[in-house]
């Protein structure tokens, strides 16, 4: 389906040639990058609801490796969707024409949208967490080793008694691993908002920056203009003082000629 450009509320730019065609650009990136941003929000929100989904079964006669594994991979690619979400941010306020407010606003919206989705997200990863290092699943084989175990019973009581502590070993290293893997899925939300408000404040500098050499170029124009104001002025009294010096010239010269006159008939 064709995307209509007056959707995005674009704003047509008289001018032409080349500084058209780099409005057109900017203006087509921004559109870009609005869509991947939502693409992205989207697969962050439908990871909430799958991780929601799986939060319901954690504990329950249903809780199973699989359960568990699915957990892990949707938290890992929501995690990337995540960071990969805040540089296009950071993208889009750089790419965002300061003139268009209709863009701003959109621009500003999904920033907001994303800190919501962020929170909430990050709000479920936690309660996951809790719940899944509260209900640790072990590995089959290692409890079936302690049962085979169990049914030899003409096993040596030494040899069962060593066993039994080499599976405690081995339960309480799978635990501290699967504990680790647990808090590692987690996403550092802190890092991504330390990152997100760093590249919005660095790109505040810029626009900052970029207001005050404005700022500073208005003011020299105004400078200039009443400089030039002054010269034409100076230019005018010039003009003035010249036309009166001609005028008393011809006068003088007038009086000259009538004085010849008569003096020339006598």
């Known amino acids: 389906m064709n995307r209509n450009p007056a959707n995005y509320g674009s704003i047509r730019d008289p001018e032409v040639g080349f500084s ?21 929000l989207y697969t962050i929100n439908a990871s909430f609801k799958a991780l929601q989904d799986c939060l319901k079964l954690i504990g329950t006669p ?38 268009d407010k209709h863009r701003l606003l959109q621009a500003d919206k999904l920033e907001e949208d ?13 309660e996951l967490a809790e719940k899944q290092k509260a209900n640790l699943l072990l590995s089959t084989h290692v409890e079936k080793g302690i049962s085979d175990d169990e049914d030899k019973e003409e096993q040596q009581k030494q040899v069962q008694l060593s066993r039994e502590i080499q599976f405690e070993q081995e339960m309480m290293l799978e635990r501290e691993e699967r504990v680790k893997q647990i808090e590692a899925d987690v996403l550092d939300i802190n890092q991504i908002m330390r990152e997100l408000g760093s590249l919005v404040c660095e790109q505040g500098e810029v626009i900052n920056t970029i207001e005050n050499s404005i700022d500073h170029a208005g003011g020299n124009v105004a400078q200039g203009t009443e400089e030039l104001i002054k010269a034409s ?4 009294r010039y003009r003035k003082k010249i036309s009166i010096l001609v005028i008393i010239a011809a006068i003088i010269a007038i009086i000259l000629i009538v004085v010849l006159v008569c003096e020339l008939k006598k």
Not at 21 to 39: G, H, P, Y
Not at 65 to 91: E, P
Not at 114 to 123: D, G, I, R, V
């Open 114 to 126: 994303f800190k919501e989705a962020l929170s909430k997200y990050h709000t479920l990863q936690k």
């Open 62 to 99: 249903k809780d199973n490796t699989g359960v568990r594994n699915k957990i892990h991979i949707t938290q890992l690619t929501a995690n990337q969707v995540a960071s990969a979400t805040t540089r296009d941010i950071a993208k889009l306020k750089r790419t965002t024409p300061r003139h």
């Open 20 to 40: 058209g065609m780099r409005n057109k650009d900017t203006f087509r990136e921004f559109d870009s990058l609005c869509d991947d941003i939502a693409t992205k």
């Open 233 to 236: 002025g100076y230019q005018n």
